[in-house]
């Protein structure tokens, strides 16, 4: 029999793989260009081999119809008009997601700045309503901040997707 997890990662994954649109970017950025019209471009990943979308709970809530791509939705965000644009602070919860049909959460995290310790503890928080709710979680796990001088630096990114598995996502 499957679990709650394996059920949810099958509407997410297509033969262990992942094809997905973020869609997530409208709390940070504003409106975007060819993203005006959301629920048409979800509907549309469903004929392009998309395997799931990441949405805000906003979104969701007003899909007019159930889709067949896997739905995750991103309970955290920040704007660009913030004085702190790398804080990211929760705007959700699991238990929300979950009552909104969503098939996992993701999160955004950066490392390496004055905000990490709180992303941390959402982090670790979140992962734990995430077990307990077997649900996916999906942590963006960025390399941003004072202390880091190249974000792309193997080195660098290794360690922050550890921090990303070791706290449970």
């Not at 995750?72 to 660009?80: A, D, F, K, P, Y």
């Not at 992303?119 to 960025?142: D, N």
């Amino acid at each position: 029999m499957l679990t709650g997890v394996e059920i949810r990662l099958n509407r997410i994954l297509r033969k262990g793989k992942m094809l997905c649109i973020p869609m997530d970017h409208g709390i940070s950025n504003g409106p975007i260009e060819g993203l005006e019209d959301p629920h048409s471009i979800i509907y549309q990943c469903e004929s392009h081999g998309l395997t799931s979308v990441i949405i805000n709970k906003g979104i969701l809530k007003t899909l007019p119809k159930p889709t067949k791509v896997g739905i995750l939705v991103h309970i955290s965000g920040s704007t660009s008009l913030s004085m702190s644009p790398n804080r990211k602070m929760l705007t959700g919860n699991v238990e929300e997601a979950i009552r909104l049909g969503a098939d996992g959460v993701s999160l955004h995290i950066n490392i390496g700045g004055k905000e990490e310790p709180e992303m941390l503890h959402q982090l670790g928080s979140v992962a734990y309503e995430c077990h307990k709710w077997s649900i996916p979680l999906l942590a963006m796990m960025y390399p941003r901040g004072e202390k880091i001088k190249d974000p792309h630096d193997p080195e660098i990114v290794g360690h922050v997707a550890r921090i990303g598995a070791e706290c449970g996502a």
